[in-house]
Each structure stands twice: as C-alpha cells, then as structure tokens.
C-alpha cells in the first residue's frame, strides 16, 4: 500500500457453487463469520450506536442490507455502491487501513447509506461518508471523502447526478 488502497475494495473473488459470489453473498457467507460490524466510534450522528447486525434486505440479487444497532433503534438501509456507482473507489487512506486492520483491498467491505423518501425513486446514497468494514475481523468505521462526492447521489439517475446536502 502506498498510503492509499486504490483498487476497488468491493470486488469479490469468491465462487460459490461454480459462479461468482456478489458482495452481499460474500458479506453474509458462513465463510466470512459473524453477520455484524463493529464501530468503535459510532456512526456520523450516532455515537452511541456501535454494533450492528446486517441483513440481507430484498431479494437473492438484491445490492441492499439492513443495518440494525444493537445498542439503540437506529436503522439504515444500506448498499454496495458498486451496484449504482461503478466508477466509485473511494480510497482508505494508510492510517485507516491500519486502525481497520486492512492490508489488501480484497479484505474490505464497503457500503453506503442509502436515504429513501417518501418518493422511491428520489432514493439516495451518501458518498460522501462510506462504511467501511474489515471483512474478518468486523471492525468498521465511516470515512468522511472530500469532493466530488456528496451525501446525496440519486441512485436511479446514475452518478452523473447529485444534490447539493
């Protein structure tokens, strides 16, 4: 690592039953042990919501998890971003590599925070502060990225599309 992961950390090279394996199949994996993430520091506006169960939500193909506090009643919906955004790899830099206890791009878990309004098609991801969860160890942190990214990417439109937050 050059102080930075830039390789796609959501890539999974696992196969299962002769094909690949998506990220939320890999995530969920007897392989990969326990279904929750850990964050030590909470979450951006939830410090006290440290450990989560995640979830698939929807159906077998679906790119959605749900993410549920163990310690409160907090709730996301969160995503593969690669799913909506393929061009998007975000970088974790070396100092959060190391916290996280990642040293090869394959061994990180990444997902978003996906916002739904009352209009689904409105539906959103935050880019601007991605999840990022070691895939053995279940230690997480959310990043904060700097631009072009924002916390709300309209994910039925593209990347091409943002709002400002």
Do not use: C
């Amino acid at each position: 690592m050059n102080g930075a992961m830039q390789e796609h950390p959501t890539t999974s090279s696992s196969v299962s039953d002769g094909g690949p394996v998506s990220e939320t199949e890999a995530l969920f994996s007897p392989i990969a042990g326990s279904n929750d993430a850990v964050f030590e520091h909470g979450l951006l506006g939830f410090p006290q919501s440290r450990r989560f169960s995640l979830a698939s939500w929807g159906t077998d193909d679906s790119p959605f998890s749900l993410m549920k506090s163990l310690d409160d009643s907090a709730e996301f919906l969160v995503a593969d971003p690669e799913a909506f955004f393929p061009e998007y790899e975000p970088e974790i830099d070396l100092e959060a590599a190391e916290w996280l206890g990642i040293t090869e791009p394959e061994e990180a878990i990444v997902l978003v925070i996906i916002s739904v309004p009352d209009q689904t098609e409105q539906a959103t991801a935050n880019l601007l502060g991605p999840l990022v969860i070691n895939r053995s160890t279940r230690r997480s942190m959310q990043m904060v990225l700097n631009d072009p990214w924002t916390t709300r990417h309209h994910i039925f439109r593209g990347s091409a599309s943002a709002t400002t937050p």
